[in-house]
């Protein structure tokens, strides 16, 4: 998960574990990338608002990257940012979560893409 926020990163993050799946954190864009390349997860969730690099440049480099490419990406918005979810779209983001989002939906999401 890729996201800038403390809370948003802790309540995702908590939801996941509880269902054990396990969850690597960052908090920009550069240091997602990092650990993206270096953990191989099976499924990576980047705020499309994030310091040094937002989550649309995100993915276009996880998609260009030969270790990352093949990784399902669902980008998180904020309520209210139907742009982003089409821009996600267009990109060829594997899904969108919009936060806040319920434990069922997120639950739903990744267990569709990882």
Do not use: W
Request: aromatic share 4%; with cysteine.
């Amino acid at each position: 998960m890729i996201d800038d926020e403390p809370d948003h990163v802790e309540m995702i993050k908590m939801r996941l574990e509880a269902n054990d799946y396990e969850v690597v954190t960052a908090y920009d864009g550069e240091e997602g990338l990092a650990k993206a390349a270096a953990e191989k997860p099976h499924l990576i969730l980047p705020d499309v608002m994030t310091p040094k690099m937002d989550g649309f440049a995100v993915l276009k480099r996880l998609q260009r990257l030969e270790l990352t490419k093949n990784i399902p990406v669902v980008m998180l918005t904020a309520k209210g940012e139907s742009k982003s979810v089409f821009q996600s779209q267009q990109l060829g983001a594997a899904d969108h979560l919009i936060q806040p989002c319920e434990s069922a939906e997120l639950l739903s999401v990744v267990a569709r893409h990882a």
